[in-house]
């Protein structure tokens, strides 16, 4: 039986494969109540915009969102589970359900995911998502006292381990680590995801996304793309990319830089553009595939999907546009050390 990162390299070496897009936008249009989001779980904070605790009280929601992804063409799930850590679900006083949220969230995506596979015999794949949190280990959230930190690494792997052992153990094929705004909150993610291998006694495939805070092309901890990759590559991540925070348009230059240093899958969910002055996405469909289907046509990337703003409608699109188009050829890099700071340092082997 091939473990299921063989199976998406099978796949991939096929065809460019395509991700789902947004599900807080997806969510929103559903336009829940408090009661919607709380269910009978009989919690003290108000629940409305805890969108990850809907796999318990309101399934449904997160079921037609994923069913609506497949059916425009998706191969890959990502688990409705960006805040269902411990951190996060702190400020819901829902801690307690970390486990179940995501054990549930992963069988769900897991059971649409076969099922749309058992019908055209095309592989589907379940990415269980993890976001950053609301902490930082490389920054301090108080400017007179730049050494505090709110949180120390070893809670934070704690937190991620969590996490991650209960979207496996619910179905997810792989962790996907994303939005990363600080690399040293993905190292500890990837110590996490290690954690468990060592546990389970098999390989857990990694994926990695990397968010951009500014045009230069860094994420908040300050790291260029490239440093970011050579911070993270020792963990051989199945695919390194970016996501979130722009549009196609402003990602241009920085996935051109990446696909060229990185000996692995690339994959690309870009924001459907920019948000207008009321914070909605207007970006079209055919608009947004057809910047995405650039970097396909260079031969750049390996995974496109969308993030923020994105809609059936978007990966549909996006599915039609790169249909028949070769994916990217991963690059064989010349032996080098290569090290990152805040930039990237290259030392030749010879």
Known sequence: MMSARDKFLAEAAKRILVTDG?????????????ADYAGNLGLSHEQKGNNDILALTKPEVPEAIHRAYFEAGADIAETNTFSANRISQADYGAEHLVREINVESAKLARRL????EAKDGRPRFVAGAIGPTNKTLSLSPDVNDPGYREIDWDTLVDVYKEQ???LVEGGADFILIETVFDTLNAKAGIMAVRKLEDELGREVPIMLSMTLTDLSGRNLSGHTVEAFWYAVRHARPLTIGLNCSFGAT????HVKSLSEIADTLIMIYPNAGLPNELGEYDEMPDTTAGFVGEWAVAGQVNALGGCCGSTPAHIAAIARKISGMAPRAIPALKPETRLAGLEPFAIAAE
């Open 113 to 116: 995911a076969d099922e749309f």
């Open 250 to 253: 402003q990602l241009r230059p």
């Open 164 to 166: 991650a052992a209960a």
């Open 22 to 34: 947004a599900f807080g936008t997806e969510i929103q249009n559903w336009k829940l109540a408090e």
